[in-house]
T-cell receptor, first 113, second 114 residues
Framework: AQSVTQLDSQVPVFEEAPVELRCNYS??????LFWYVQYPNQGLQLLLK??????LVKGINGFEAEFNKSQTSFHLRKPSVHISDTAEYFC???????????FGQGTRLTINP | DTEVTQTPKHLVMGMTNKKSLKCEQH?????MYWYKQKAKKPPELMFV???????INESVPSRFSPECPNSSLLNLHLHALQPEDSALYLC?????????????FGPGTRLTVL
């Protein structure tokens, strides 16, 4: 079954440091992948998505992700984080056929000054 | 307007109460969703409406009753809830249900059942 696994439940980093949030997917068919961010006490906002084409996907707020088919990964990166990036980040995929959006368990990104 | 609105923001109810959650979007989207999110967990799909018809019910207990009065509105009627139903309830919409369409989420209603 299609699924995504987020490898880190928490990632603490210092402000202005680079960050990578890891996501692995399992799928034997075409895959659609998403990264969502949830700021405290808010709903989810789409950061970026991979549907097809270029494997390097650029999103909002300076985030980018690279689709790696050989490693079945879709890691999220930002070269320099800000305090305002403190949030929960969810990797997600669509289960084709069922057309359901399923999420990983989330990674809590904490930025320390 | 790329916004999904939800009311109320917070709701406290007893186990014998009847209440409703409301969701609205004016993006012309034809698919709307209800999710339940427990603390420190990802959202879990509850219901999907496509073109105002219920397409998916993820085996949700009947004490949760969805309703889609028109293409812009989605309600979730609550009756005889249990304390374990306390959670953040998120509404989302997308252009279509089929295909890799981006889902736009509302800010959620935080529900507490006493």
């Amino acid at each position: 079954a299609q699924s995504v696994t987020q490898l880190d439940s928490q990632v603490p980093v210092f402000e202005e440091a680079p960050v990578e949030l890891r996501c692995n997917y399992s799928s034997s068919v075409s895959v659609y992948l998403f990264w969502y961010v949830q700021y405290p006490n808010q709903g989810l906002q789409l950061l970026l998505k991979y549907l097809s084409g270029s494997t390097l996907v650029k999103g909002i707020n300076g985030f980018e992700a690279e689709f790696n088919k050989s490693q079945t990964s879709f890691h999220l990166r930002k070269p320099s984080v800000h305090i305002s990036d403190t949030a929960e980040y969810f990797c997600a995929t669509i289960i084709q056929g069922a057309q359901k959006l399923v999420f990983g368990q989330g990674t809590r990104l904490t930025i320390n000054p | 307007d790329t916004e999904v609105t939800q009311t109320p923001k917070h709701l406290v109810m007893g186990m014998t109460n009847k209440k409703s959650l409301k969701c609205e979007q004016h993006m012309g989207h034809r698919a709307m969703y209800w999710y339940k999110q427990k603390a420190k967990k990802p959202p879990e799909l509850m219901f999907v409406y496509s073109y105002e018809k219920l397409s998916i019910n993820e085996s949700v207990p009947s004490r949760f009753s969805p309703e889609c009065p028109n293409s812009s509105l989605l309600n979730l009627h609550l009756h005889a809830l249990q304390p374990e139903d306390s959670a953040l309830y998120l509404c989302a919409s997308s252009q279509e249900y089929r295909g890799p369409n981006e889902q736009f989420f509302g800010p959620g209603t935080r529900l507490t059942v006493l």
